[in-house]
């Protein structure tokens, strides 16, 4: 049960690693776009710059994603070689990151909302922009895939540590 709880936590790894691999590969055309979207609202693209906002893997969008990839991957190993610390890391890495990504699919979910408020209270330029086509116009440049790719992430974050909790449970 082990290996079985080691191989999810990996999935795991790997499904997080791909959000800043991605955000790397297609992040500059998504700025491309947003900034085009800023200019047909009569908005200055510097906007974006002067508030340091981003759409590739720069920052906290490489730094957390690596760093659960690390921590579930340590985990794994531990699993793997059969520490009895193995367990319950499992429980607490496991547990948190279904917590995180619970957050992550709610920020998704909300995040024309939250975008206006915080442009909002900024103020300035920001206050201007329609934030849903600001938004979808990044999202579009980013390959029709990527939108599945972001579903079996999903399914895959969860479920895999679903199974990993179950099978430190059973073992």
Do not use: C
């Not at 998504?30 to 906002?53: C, D, G, I, M, Y």
């Not at 921590?71 to 429980?91: C, E, H, S």
């Not at 116009?137 to 909790?165: D, K, M």
Request: positive net charge; proline residues 4%; without cysteine.
């Amino acid at each position: 049960m082990n290996t079985l709880a080691a191989a999810m936590q990996l999935l795991v790894a790997v499904a997080f690693v791909s959000i800043p691999v991605v955000r790397h590969r297609f992040g500059p055309a998504a700025k491309a776009a947003a900034t085009a979207e800023l200019r047909r609202q009569q908005v200055r693209p510097e906007v974006l710059e002067e508030n340091k906002l981003r759409f590739d893997a720069g920052g906290h969008e490489t730094a957390a994603p690596v760093a659960v990839a690390a921590v579930m991957t340590a985990t794994a190993a531990l699993n793997l070689a059969g520490a009895d610390l193995g367990r319950p890391l499992t429980w607490v890495f496991s547990s948190l990151v279904v917590l995180m990504n619970v957050v992550i699919v709610y920020s998704n979910l909300t995040a024309v909302r939250s975008v206006e408020a915080a442009f909002r209270r900024k103020g300035g330029e920001l206050a201007r922009v329609q934030v849903a086509p600001f938004l979808r116009a990044a999202e579009n440049a980013f390959p029709h895939w990527v939108r599945a790719q972001t579903h079996v992430r999903n399914t895959v974050v969860f479920g895999g540590s679903a199974i990993a909790l179950i099978a430190v449970s059973l073992g």
